[in-house]
């Protein structure tokens, strides 16, 4: 549930509170089903997709990196997955530490 907790939260951020109908007219699931989904309710997979490209699709680079990172999980062993893994976790950590030094001044 956390990430789809993080998937509403992108997409409100991105697109601001609109109204259920609203985002049932952008997203083309049924009002009543956004309701629940915004109440909590776990979503299906494709629910979720479509949260989903709605939020990277906002993010200039956001989509083409997923399927990149795609097509890298069905073409490269463990060992090359694995040196990805850890250069992103360090990018992120870099990123993180960059941040909270900021908020600190």
Do not use: P
């Not at 990018?91 to 909270?100: C, G, M, S, Y």
């Amino acid at each position: 549930m956390k990430l789809q907790k993080w998937i509403i939260d992108k997409y409100t951020d991105l697109y601001g509170l609109k109204t259920l109908k609203e985002i049932s007219k952008d997203t083309g699931i049924q009002v009543t089903r956004v309701f629940r989904l915004m109440h909590g309710k776990e979503m299906k997979i494709g629910e979720f997709e479509i949260f989903q490209e709605k939020v990277f699709n906002n993010f200039e680079k956001g989509s083409s990196v997923i399927e990149l990172a795609n097509e890298c999980l069905l073409k490269l062993g463990n060992q090359k997955l694995g040196e990805i893994d850890e250069f992103l976790r360090r990018t992120l950590n870099i990123a993180e530490l960059k941040r909270n030094k900021g908020e600190k001044k």
